[in-house]
């Protein structure tokens, strides 16, 4: 079985550029999740997708970060514009429903200059 | 928030000894998971634990789901080279939310 996919694993842009990452999550499980992880931190939850709708953004700094699922199934996470304060892992996780075990993808690291 | 402070924060061991470390919260959850993230890599699920009181195996590994609710602790028996990386323990934060809050880590290093 195929594991959660990201991409790219790895970007680095100046402050103020955008950047998007996409997530493919384990087929057949309808809640995507993002985190943020911040060097020597454990993961913070973004914001949380069922099926296409979206569970839960309250931590999710909506006037620069956003987040689709449109078909319920990849998911993009956007961020316009970015500060040097972004610079982090974004995980993506997949679960088959909410409350049962998340599956994490790799990552993408980004870093801000 | 609901926080969960994990310790020791970082462990320097040598190959074949035994590692203990615990995970604690200030709020009862009703579930505790352990995972283990390696450089570069998302965290990777070990051993969830459902019920209070519960022991629960994965080979070297065992996790206990404390009696209190509001504590856990991961075992590692005779640590070879690949344990290397980064424990976390993680609960949902509130009951039938499952958003999962995370500890702060306990970062294991063994000494050749």
Redesign the interface.
């Known amino acids: 079985e195929a594991g959660?996919a990201q991409s790219p694993r790895y970007k680095i842009i100046e402050k103020r550029q955008s950047v998007a990452f996409w997530c493919n999550p384990i087929s057949g499980h309808a809640t995507l999740?993002w985190y943020q992880q911040i060097l020597?931190?454990?993961?913070?939850?973004l914001i949380?997708f069922q099926n296409n709708g979206v569970v839960?953004d309250s931590q999710l700094p909506k006037d620069r970060f956003s987040a689709e699922r449109l078909k319920g199934v990849d998911s993009t996470l956007k961020i316009q514009p970015a500060k040097l304060e972004d610079s982090a892992v974004y995980?993506c996780?997949s679960s088959f429903h909410?409350?049962n075990?998340?599956?994490?993808?790799?990552?993408t690291?980004l870093t801000v200059l | 928030g609901q926080q969960l402070n994990q310790s020791p924060q970082s462990m320097f061991i040598q190959e074949g000894e035994d590692v203990s470390m615990n995970c604690t919260s200030s709020s009862i959850f009703n579930t505790w998971l352990w995972y283990k993230q390696d450089p570069g890599e998302g965290p990777v699920l070990l051993i969830a634990l459902y019920k209070a009181g519960e022991l629960t195996s994965n080979g070297r590994l065992t996790a206990q789901f404390g009696i209190t609710r509001k504590d856990s602790f991961l075992n590692i028996s005779a640590s070879i080279p690949s344990d290397v990386g980064i424990y976390f323990c993680a609960g949902p934060s509130n009951f039938g939310n499952e958003k999962l809050t995370f500890g702060t880590g306990t970062r294991l290093t063994i000494i050749p």
């Open positions: 959660v999740y020597g931190q454990g993961p913070k939850l949380q839960d995980l996780a909410r409350g075990e998340q599956f994490f993808g790799p990552g690291r």
